[in-house]
């Protein structure tokens, strides 16, 4: 991190229900609005473009910021599964870092089909084919939703590895929905206990039920980074920047292991935080907020052993103990997280950028952790790509 790169705007809209939202060329539109607005600056200003997003024709990115203007600035079109969000995020800091651009937006969108999502492309193999072969191989279940299956194996896993009762992921799902409680822009507000968690309907009985499986979302959320120099030359705000960041792809563990959490992104995860910590001179102890990539309550269980909030295979005592909510330890997905807040997928990673910058800012208001000055961000994608980042004010 040679360069020092701050954050200077951030947008979001009110995350909806697939049928519910305005089309994605509306929505994104809006985010990378409010983003500008709340940095103060105009789209003319803007140097390079990062656009998110899985489900829309190719230079959707263009379509989107075309309304804004057209500046002729190069705008790529970012598609990293689950983590495109902050993919973008990564190449817009990589720009500016590089000396590339002063000053740069990040844009994520998604407008997704109710149910679960599908692949357009049955006539070529699938580029997660080796998962399911993996969990084909390891757990059989074939008939199960390819992510379910993924994230269930992995949750399944640490089961078995550690004694971890299908009740822990069930508290992980309430706590979400308690936070999401406070938070205007989520999907689903309503509150729910543990036991309504584990009475709702099963997807894959004994590993899984509905509640603990994050909605199919439409919505948008954008970020404005700059370098420190352009801030302070044209009087941005410069309060929250990136203290590191660091993308991972897959290790050879993840077939060859038979460790089915790394499946689910568990060891790329391990090894993108790992070198963040490095490059910050900062460990997980010193955290304030986090926002995990919680598709499933399975995988936010597995990511708090991944980013080293707790020890391995100390899950569910750092559930029990309250350590991943306010008063505890570390305050887990303030914004509801993908199981409530939703997961539009090319936005998630720019929601989570949203919610980290307000919390370090103290604007967070009901959800505000108090005294949050250092944050972490993951997002994770299978196939696959985890991008971490830790923000500082």
């Known amino acids: 991190?040679?360069?020092?790169?701050?954050?200077?705007?951030?947008?979001?809209?009110?995350?909806?229900?697939?049928?519910?939202?305005?089309?994605?060329?509306?929505?994104?539109?809006?985010?990378?609005?409010?983003?500008?607005?709340?940095?103060?600056?105009?789209?003319?200003?803007?140097?390079?473009?990062?656009?998110?997003?899985?489900?829309?024709?190719?230079?959707?990115?263009?379509?989107v910021l075309y309304d804004l203007g057209m500046t002729g600035i190069p705008i790529l079109n970012v598609h990293n599964n689950c983590a495109s969000g902050s993919t973008a995020l990564y190449l817009a800091r990589q720009a500016i870092a590089s000396g590339e651009a002063e000053i740069a937006l990040a844009l994520g969108f998604e407008q997704m089909n109710p149910g679960a999502p599908q692949s357009h492309f049955a006539d070529r193999p699938s580029p997660l084919e080796s998962f399911t072969r993996q969990c084909d191989a390891l757990v059989g279940d074939a008939d199960i939703l390819p992510a379910v299956r993924i994230f269930g194996s992995a949750g399944l896993e640490h089961m078995k590895r550690f004694g971890t009762p299908l009740e822990t992921f069930a508290k992980i799902r309430a706590k979400a929905s308690r936070h999401a409680a406070n938070n205007p822009l989520a999907v689903f507000r309503k509150v729910v206990t543990a036991e309504d968690v584990l009475a709702d309907a099963p997807v894959w009985p004994g590993v899984m039920t509905r509640l603990?499986?994050?909605?199919?979302?439409?919505?948008?959320?954008?970020?404005?980074?700059?370098?420190?120099?352009?801030?302070?030359?044209?009087?941005?705000?410069?309060r929250v920047w990136i203290a590191g960041q660091a993308i991972a792809t897959d290790g050879p563990e993840t077939f060859a292991s038979g460790d089915l959490r790394h499946l689910a992104g568990f060891g790329m995860s391990r090894a993108a935080a790992s070198k963040v910590y490095e490059a910050a001179g900062i460990g997980a102890e010193d955290l304030d907020v986090v926002e995990l990539h919680d598709c499933f309550a399975q995988n936010e269980l597995l990511t708090?052993?991944?980013?080293?909030?707790?020890?391995?295979?100390?899950?569910?005592?750092?559930?029990?103990?309250g350590n991943n909510t306010y008063g505890g330890r570390h305050v887990v997905n303030p914004s509801g997280g993908l199981l409530s807040k939703g997961h539009p997928i090319g936005a998630t990673g720019l929601a989570q950028c949203y919610e980290l910058v307000k919390q370090l800012r103290g604007q967070a208001e009901q959800r505000q952790v108090e005294g949050a000055r250092i944050a972490l961000q993951h997002n994770v994608g299978i196939g696959g790509a985890a991008v971490v980042t830790m923000y500082r004010n």
């Open 212 to 238: 603990m499986a994050c909605p199919p979302t439409c919505g948008a959320a954008a970020a404005v980074l700059c370098s420190e120099d352009y801030a302070k030359k044209h009087s941005l705000d410069s």
């Open 304 to 321: 708090y052993e991944a980013l080293g909030l707790c020890p391995e295979g100390g899950a569910q005592k750092f559930v029990d103990d």
């Open 1 to 63: 991190m040679t360069r020092k790169i701050v954050v200077a705007g951030v947008g979001m809209i009110p995350f909806r229900k697939p049928g519910a939202s305005e089309s994605y060329a509306v929505m994104g539109a809006q985010a990378a609005r409010l983003a500008l607005a709340d940095a103060r600056a105009g789209y003319e200003s803007i140097q390079q473009a990062f656009v998110s997003y899985l489900y829309g024709d190719s230079t959707a990115g263009q379509r």
